[in-house]
């Protein structure tokens, strides 16, 4: 199996006209968050499918698929590397698989939000037994790379798995006065899940603040609570 075989599967999908679409979609324009990113035009579903038919990728081959300019060949080798750390029993191994997630964050090349979101969670699951995740997850949330301050409210989604929530609110309270919109949905988000396992703690969040929130994160955030109560908290918040 090799990362050649991978990348012919990818391009044998592929479509201009949906890889147009795709370059729109994630902002690969100039001076946009995604800029310079480049899409051959491969849905997610279909991409999940090249994952699963080369899940025995040696890491090697991985690393050579999330080391593309290719978006969607990045995907396939990050979905890969979740679905073999799934499996991994050993810490040592699981060290190997979260320390190239993250150093392929600074690299460059886990590079936007779809990236983060579908892997983050499940590599973050290597936290849960970090004597220290707060200081870890903390240096991410004040670094200046975006990439970073969304993997550090994403990773906490493996903490609220596990019904552990502090965490979220720790980090969410670092990134409350972040300005990019893509970290106001990703803390919005990451509130919304935790208040699924507890409204009260959520509520208590909002008490404090969010009359400081960023619009989005806070409609994120009260998504999933009544209506009735949505619409108080944005008009509390305006005051």
């Keep these: 199996m090799s990362a050649n075989l991978v990348i012919a599967d990818l391009q044998a999908r592929a479509s201009k006209t949906k890889a147009f679409d795709l370059q729109r979609f994630f902002q690969t324009g100039p001076g946009q968050y995604g800029e310079g990113d480049l899409f051959i035009g491969v849905v997610v579903p279909e991409i999940r499918k090249v994952a699963a038919t080369h899940k025995e990728l040696p890491f090697t081959e991985i690393a050579k698929l999330v080391d593309s300019p290719i978006h969607e060949v990045r995907m396939c080798g990050l979905f890969i590397l979740s679905n073999q750390y799934k499996k991994l029993k050993g810490r040592d191994q699981k060290k190997k698989y979260y320390d190239f997630f993250v150093k392929n964050i600074k690299a460059g090349n886990v590079n936007n939000w779809d990236l983060i979101d579908v892997n983050a969670p499940i590599i973050g699951e290597y936290l849960l037994e970090s004597d220290d995740p707060l200081a870890v997850l903390a240096k991410f949330a004040k670094s200046k790379n975006l990439w970073e301050r ?19 609110i720790a980090i969410a309270k670092l990134l409350l006065k972040d300005d990019h919109d893509l970290i106001h949905k990703g803390v919005g988000w990451m509130l919304r899940e935790a208040g699924k396992r507890d409204v009260m703690l959520l509520r208590k969040f909002l008490t404090e603040h969010a009359h400081e929130m960023p619009r989005t994160m806070l409609r994120y955030a009260i998504e999933k609570l009544p209506e009735q109560e949505r619409k108080k908290w944005l008009v509390d918040s305006k005051r």
């Excluded at 969304?150 to 979220?168: E, P, Y």
């Design 150 to 168: 969304r993997v550090a409210i994403i990773f906490t989604f493996s903490f609220i798995r596990v019904g552990q929530l502090d965490l979220t």
